[in-house]
């Protein structure tokens, strides 16, 4: 079973771009992890402080695999809001059938 994590979170609008930069290393490590199908972390084109997160994994396994060695993020900034989600997919298809 597949595993998406998806969502945002809010930080202040000028710390956005940092933000996302400083996670630049966890997208590309994990993009070369066996496992993943796809990492996103990117600035919302129309909310200044909204960065969005996408995540897709061939599995639960590889994504807790993944979360152990993960590095750490070379910038942060503190997280005002946002909701991110795990989901499980059992069934995947074109999507406009």
């Known amino acids: 079973m597949t595993v998406i994590v998806a969502g945002k979170v809010y930080v202040d609008p000028e ?3 940092r933000y996302v930069a400083g996670h630049q290393v966890i997208v590309e490590k994990a993009r070369a992890h066996p496992g993943c199908l796809d990492v996103v972390i990117s600035a919302d084109t129309i909310e200044p402080g909204r960065v969005n997160i996408f995540e897709y ?3 639960e396994e590889v994504l807790n ?3 152990a060695i993960s590095p750490r993020p070379t910038y ?4 005002r ?3 991110i989600f ?3 997919v ?3 298809g074109p999507p406009f059938d």
Request: aromatic letters at 10%; proline letters at 0%.
């Open 15 to 17: 710390e956005r771009d």
């Open 57 to 59: 994994w061939e599995s």
């Open 65 to 67: 695999a993944w979360r």
């Open 76 to 79: 942060s900034a503190e997280i």
């Open 81 to 83: 809001d946002g909701e």
């Open 86 to 88: 795990k989901h499980r």
């Open 90 to 92: 059992s069934c995947s």
